[in-house]
């Protein structure tokens, strides 16, 4: 199993910037890509950006593109999103995510039901 905890949320004002972390641990050799995830109040979970196992292929939702940038270590025990220029409509709970399935090097899933682990979520308010 796969336990997977974020941290770096809280409150701040739009045009702030805000890095948010995410700790794998336990069975970390069976995690292939990695994504960030958000849901904001009333709203469905969405993607906001994916790296792939081997980091060398990224995807980001166009509503976050040029402003947030995905990073994971080598080791693939930490996941990070830094955020800038953030939007009152950022506001969300953000979750990470991993797939235990060796899709290749380069894959990017951008689904929901293919992420098999989940953290808890930190809140990120952007106050206008």
């Known amino acids: 199993q796969v336990q997977l905890v974020e941290s770096g949320g809280g409150l701040v004002q739009a045009g702030d910037s805000l890095r948010l972390s995410c700790a794998a641990s336990g069975r970390t050799s069976g995690i292939y890509a990695m994504a960030w995830f958000r849901q904001a109040p009333g709203k469905e979970r969405d993607i906001v950006t994916t790296?792939?196992?081997?980091?060398?292929?990224?995807y980001y939702a166009a509503s976050v593109k040029g402003r947030c940038t995905i990073s994971k270590d080598n080791a693939k025990t930490m996941l990070y999103l830094q955020m800038n220029s953030l939007k009152p409509e950022d506001t969300a709970v953000y979750s990470c995510?991993?797939?235990?399935?060796?899709?290749?090097?380069?894959?990017?899933?951008?689904?929901?039901?293919?992420?098999?682990?989940w953290g808890q979520g930190t809140q990120v308010t952007v106050s206008s």
């Open positions: 790296i792939s196992w081997s980091g060398g292929n990224t």
């Open positions: 995510a991993a797939e235990k399935t060796n899709y290749g090097a380069y894959y990017l899933p951008r689904s929901i039901t293919q992420y098999d682990y």
